[in-house]
């Protein structure tokens, strides 16, 4: 059973616009939320956390909200660039809970096309 | 500072046959995790040493097994090699000591195994 969701496989946003990622997780004792960069041939390239005390974390043009009611989180990129077309991977973990920060249980990803 | 190293990148082996990949941490951190990748599964966590020590483990069969040496440089083998096997093997290194750091593991370009 999946723990951390990623229900849309792709989205196609056209550049200058926001694009916005969704990440579903069951796990009550999930604290600590990531978002993963992936280009073909390349390792993840971490983006931004968050912690379960906040519900929003803001980086340049990245922004990640978490509904904990929900068990939701998503990441808003604006505007959107050519350059950000890659694959957007969620990540949970549940460090306060006896686990550790390495291990983390990934979303499938979802594949983002920025077209010009 | 360097980032984290795998070697080799590209593998090919037989089925039955073993298979050690290694990985060095960027320096100064002493957690490195091993995660599998395919197409089907995703990012899947394999295990996770701290300081030697096998901190966390995944749901993976004994035939996947791993190390630290004292400069926490990480290797994996797999034993008794398997067609599903084949995959993208990631190692991720972080400087978490303890549940209050910030936790962001750094990937590298992974190692790519196919057995045949």
């Known amino acids: 059973d999946q723990q951390v969701k990623q229900n849309s496989p792709s989205l196609s946003v056209q550049e200058g616009r926001i694009s916005i990622l969704n990440c579903d997780y069951t796990?009550?004792?999930?604290?600590?939320f990531l978002w993963y960069k992936k280009y073909p041939a390349e390792g993840p390239t971490f983006l931004i956390s968050i912690s379960s005390i906040k519900d929003k974390n803001e980086d340049g043009r990245f922004t990640v909200f978490l509904n904990k009611s929900a068990k939701h989180l998503s990441l808003h990129i604006v505007p959107s660039q050519p350059g950000d077309s890659a694959v957007y991977f969620c990540?949970?973990?549940?460090?306060?809970?006896?686990?550790?920060?390495?291990?983390?249980?990934f979303g499938k990803g979802t594949k983002l096309s920025v077209k010009p | 500072k360097a980032g984290v190293t795998q070697t080799p990148r590209y593998l090919i082996k037989t089925r039955g046959q073993q298979v050690t990949l290694s990985c060095s941490p960027i320096s100064g951190h002493r957690s490195v995790s091993w995660y599998q990748q395919t197409p089907g599964q995703g990012l899947q966590f394999l295990f996770e040493y701290f300081s030697e020590t096998q901190r966390n483990k995944g749901n993976f069969p004994g035939r996947f097994s791993g190390r630290q040496f004292s400069n926490s440089r990480s290797e994996m083998n797999v034993s008794t090699l398997e067609l599903g096997d084949s995959a993208l093997y990631l190692c991720a290194s972080s400087d978490a000591a303890g549940w209050q750091s910030s936790g962001e593991q750094y990937f590298g370009p992974g190692t790519r195994l196919t057995v045949t």
């Open positions: 796990n009550s004792m999930f604290d600590y």
């Open positions: 990540a949970a973990s549940a460090r306060g809970y006896g686990g550790s920060q390495g291990n983390l249980i």
